[in-house]
């Protein structure tokens, strides 16, 4: 019982947080994304790819939550882009307090901001870090059983990638089923099958994208 108020309190404190965030965001006209994934999942070459669309017509800042590495900034520094690291010393999800440091370290003359958080299908999915939008990757090869094992992340999902869908036809992987399970956890989530390393869908993530850029501008 102890427990359960205390992990109340943290999370109400964080919502908080979060809103004073969104009030930041809001104010400045930025449309901001946190995408969320078990590791392995993609994240980083997704965020890559748009980038890749997206860079010369947008500004774009980004902040990658990790355990100890900066393998992941590096890659997105490499194209360009403004990027903060947040280490979290072997916290398992970002929080709002963290991204609130981050913001300040970073350059907030921007159109979209992405927040690559930790690689977990757990906790992100309850600490709340102020953006706009959730994105949620899964990936073929983690299986087909995901979506009802973590129906908390997908469910606070606006935006549900299936990546790696060019290797589909190699693995046990049920797609009608899981794009089932989605419709059971969130009917409103807009679903997008992609390749982040071939390409396929990308053009049609970008396009989501930019309708929430434009709506907040
Ligand atoms: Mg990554
Ligand atoms: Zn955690």
């Given amino acids: 019982m102890k427990k359960v108020v205390v992990e109340k309190k943290i999370l109400e404190r964080n919502d908080k947080a979060a809103d004073k965030i969104r009030d930041i965001f809001k104010e400045k006209g930025i449309f901001s994304l946190n995408f969320m994934s078990s590791p392995g999942a993609g994240k980083t070459t997704v965020v890559e790819k748009i980038i890749k669309y997206l860079s010369g017509k947008y500004r774009i800042s980004f902040i990658d939550g990790d355990l100890d590495t900066e393998r992941d900034a590096q890659r997105i520094k490499n194209l360009g882009i403004d990027v903060v690291q947040i280490n979290t010393s072997g916290a398992c999800h970002l929080d709002a307090d963290m991204v609130s ?22 906790c992100p999915a309850t600490f709340d870090v102020g953006c706009d939008k959730n994105v949620v990757i899964l990936s073929t090869p983690e299986g087909d059983d995901k979506v009802k094992k973590y129906p908390v992340m997908f469910n606070v999902a606006d935006c549900i990638l299936i990546n790696k869908i060019d290797l589909v036809e190699f693995l046990d992987f049920d797609l009608n089923k899981v794009l089932k399970e989605i419709k059971d956890v969130n009917p409103k989530a807009r679903v997008i099958e992609i390749s982040a390393k071939q390409g396929d869908g990308i053009d049609e993530f970008v396009d989501w994208i930019e309708n929430g850029i434009k709506r907040v501008v």
Avoid: F, H, P, R
């Fill in 101 to 122: 440091k981050a913001l300040k370290k970073i350059s907030l003359k921007c159109d979209l901001l992405i927040v690559e958080n930790v690689g977990n299908l757990v």
